[in-house]
């Protein structure tokens, strides 16, 4: 039975009931302006690696040393760095996502925020954020203050490897809407306020951010991090590898 019964972790029970046999679980995302629409999950996040974005796998390719998973979600980054001969440890709210990755053989497993990383968990050489996890950041200033805790977290060569959409990147008339939206209201225009959906389940309203490679090096700017090299800059979802300045 899955550990926890909470109609907020919608997004790990569309996980749970997948990796049980449930092929008809499905992912709602729910936009603050009323937009919904049905996203790519739960199936995507068990993709074996010869079914990633061609970005993802020119990306992963420079994950070394220690390697944490930010938003590990069904364990798919873990199970290919494993297979990698790495040690990679995972972080995720979501009790029945983790419950998933125990279950596929995984451990070294965090339940808690991107905003509790602690010196507890150790030092990392590697941080990986895939399927657009850069949008854990939240905001402009959320990102700044948790790329300086991931700094102190880090060895002196750390790399950032992470896939985002670029929400410029567009014509689609209801997201652009939500992009005056957000300047009406002082927001960044890819800083989403939305809430995952599942069947009786509804997770907590949070902020995810999306951000063109030009926002994305005015939010390293003064962080400890630069933008080395990009995969797929052109295309709405790209890939990029972030490194300690020198």
């Known amino acids: 039975m899955p550990k926890s019964k909470s109609i907020t972790d919608a997004y790990g029970r569309e996980i749970y009931d997948y ?14 302006d009323g937009y919904i629409d049905l996203s790519t999950g739960p199936s995507v996040y068990f993709a074996e690696f010869k079914n990633w974005s061609a970005n993802e796998k020119q990306a992963i390719k420079f994950a070394r040393g ?27 709210t979501s009790p029945l996502a983790l419950d ?26 590697t941080f990986v954020m895939f399927g657009n996890n850069f949008g854990l ?16 977290l880090s060895s002196d060569n ?17 997201h652009l809407q939500y992009h005056k939206l957000n300047r009406k209201r002082g927001r ?18 949070f902020d995810y951010l999306l951000v063109s490679e030009k ?6 700017k003064s962080t400890g991090w630069e933008l080395k090299k990009v995969f797929d800059v052109n295309a709405p979802i790209y890939s990029v590898v972030i490194e300690k300045a020198k």
């Open 19 to 32: 990796y049980n046999g449930d092929r008809k679980a499905y992912e709602l995302v729910e936009r603050d």
């Open 66 to 92: 220690r390697v944490l998973d930010l938003g590990c979600g069904a364990g798919r980054v873990l199970l290919h760095l494993k297979s990698k001969g790495l040690d990679a440890a995972g972080l995720d």
């Open 100 to 125: 998933v990755c125990r279950k596929r053989g995984l451990t070294n497993l965090y339940q808690r925020s991107i905003t509790k990383m602690g010196k507890d968990m150790g030092q990392f050489d």
């Open 137 to 152: 950041f939240g905001s402009f200033k959320r990102a700044r203050w948790l790329l300086k805790k991931m700094y102190n």
């Open 158 to 174: 750390a790399r950032i490897i992470a896939t985002t959409c670029d929400p410029g990147n567009t014509t689609f008339e209801p």
């Open 188 to 205: 960044m225009i890819g800083q989403i306020r939305l809430r995952i959906r599942y069947r009786g389940y509804k997770s907590s309203w």
């Open 215 to 220: 926002e994305m090096r005015d939010i390293l």
